[in-house]
Every structure is written in structure tokens, then in C-alpha cells.
């Protein structure tokens, strides 16, 4: 975990008690946000204990694709926030690339609903448990993640004016 002393007395404890539930769980800092990184299997319940101690803001989820990264291809990011205790923090989850699948959070932050359907249209992580895990951006019949990185790169044909060659 981070240096407490940095961190209000309440929102020290609130990690601490965190990291004492979830010994796998690992604790860290980065651009001024506080940092864990939890196993897919326990997101749900990390999620649900950091609400219940007062994380109550659910901010943002995206994912991003590392291609040859051997801990997981993919990585979905959960931002958390309490106003109360001014603390945010960012749930990092691998994501194996040959099994591409995560634990809907909708059931706890009912507000992470379209942001998982983005991340399943753009890079193809299924969200087990979502209510309606369907396209959002894209149309139905597009095949293929246009976000990850071994998507073919398209490429819509420009035609230009002639240009006469001055003598």
C-alpha cells in the first residue's frame, strides 16, 4: 500500500481494511490516485466492500489491450470515488486474452452498465451477469474489436484533385 501518512487518517483506514479483506489484492499509487490491483474472480466483492465503506461513486470503467503482455492481454480499469473522504481509486483486473471475461459490476454500480457494453463493443471482454450485454457503438452485423490492437487498421479511399504543374 501507499505511504499512509500521505493519505487522510479515514481513507487510510478504509484501505487498510480493504487490503486486510483482500489479501490478494495489491496496493499502490499513481498520479495521485490511489491504485489496486484486484484478481477478475474477486472484483465483484472488492467492489461491494469498497461501497460498503464508502466508496459510493462508481466514475468510470474502459479497458485497454497490451497484446503481448504475459499477466493478461487486457486490462479493465474501475475508477471509484468518495466526496466524503476525497479519495479515488482506480480497480485494475487482467484480463487473459485467450478467455476475455469479467464479472458485471451493474449489480453493485448499476451506472457501470453502458460503460461495459462499450468495452465489450471495442475490445470484445464479455461481462458475465451484464442484463443486456449487447453493441453500443457500433452496428450489429461489424465484425471484430476495432480497439484492439490486432484489428486490421481500415482505410477509406480519398480521391484528389488533379493539380496542374506550374511551367
Known amino acids: 500500500m501507499s505511504d499512509p501518512a500521505s493519505l487522510p487518517d479515514r481513507a487510510a483506514a478504509l484501505l487498510a481494511g480493504l487490503a486486510e479483506q483482500f489479501p490478494r489484492a495489491r496496493f499502490g499509487s499513481s498520479l495521485g490516485d ?22 459510493t461513486a462508481f466514475v468510470d470503467l474502459c479497458a485497454v ?28 483486473v487482467a484480463v487473459p486474452g485467450e478467455d476475455p471475461q469479467v464479472p458485471s459490476l ?44 490486432d484489428h486490421p487498421v481500415g482505410a477509406v479511399p480519398v480521391q484528389f484533385k488533379a493539380v496542374e504543374q506550374a511551367p
Open 106 to 149: 451493474t449489480g453493485v454500480f448499476p451506472g457501470a452498465n453502458f460503460y461495459e457494453r462499450e468495452a465489450y463493443d471495442l475490445f470484445g471482454i464479455a461481462f458475465s451477469g451484464h442484463p443486456e450485454l449487447t453493441r453500443l457503438l457500433l452496428p450489429d452485423e461489424w465484425e471484430g474489436h476495432p480497439l484492439r490492437k
Open 65 to 92: 489491450d497490451y497484446l503481448d503482455r504475459p499477466e493478461g492481454r487486457f486490462e479493465v480499469v474501475v475508477v471509484l470515488l468518495s466526496t466524503r473522504l476525497c479519495l479515488r481509486l482506480r480497480l485494475l
Open 34 to 55: 490511489q491504485v489496486v490491483r484486484v484478481e477478475r474472480d474477486d472484483l465483484v466483492a472488492f467492489a461491494s466492500a469498497a461501497r460498503e465503506t464508502g466508496l
